[in-house]
C-alpha cells in the first residue's frame, strides 16, 4: 500500500454533485450503524430532557413547599407572639389597642406581626448557616 491510496476500493455511486447514489455494502452497513446510533442518541437525550423536566418540577415543588413552610412558620410565631404580647401587656402598665386585641393575619396589624416574624426567622436561619430559601 503506497501513501494516499484508498484502503478500501468500494462500489459507492456518486453524482456529478458529490452526492451518494447508492452504497457499497461495507459503506452501507457503516451508515446503517450510523443512523441506529443516531436514533439511539436521538432517544437518550429525549430521556435526558425528560429528567431535566422532571427535576425541574420537583425543585420548584421543593421551593413552594419551603416558602409554604417559611410563611407557615412567621404565621405561628406571629400567632404565638401576638398572645404573649397582648398577655403580657397589662403586668407592664400597657394597654393594647382594642382594634388590635384580636389578632387578625390579614390587617396591616397582623400583616407587619407576619412580616416582623419572617424577618427574624430569616435572620435566625441565616446566623445558623442556612441560605435564604433553604
Known sequence: MFLGE???HCACE??????VVSWCKLHGEAQQQITELTARLDER???ITQLIEANTRLANAEERARAALAVGQA???????HFH??????????STRS?????NLDSPNGLLMR???????TDRRRAAGFEEGA
Do not use: K, S
Not at 456518486?14 to 452526492?19: A, E, F, L
Not at 382594634?99 to 389578632?103: F, N
Open 45 to 47: 437525550q429525549a430521556r
Open 115 to 121: 412580616a416582623t416574624a419572617r424577618a427574624v426567622l
Open 6 to 8: 484508498p484502503v478500501h
Open 14 to 19: 456518486i453524482d456529478r454533485t458529490g452526492m
Open 99 to 103: 382594634e388590635t386585641r384580636v389578632l
Open 75 to 81: 404565621d405561628h410565631v406571629a400567632r404565638e407572639f
Open 85 to 94: 404580647y397582648e398577655a403580657l401587656a397589662p403586668w407592664y402598665g400597657y
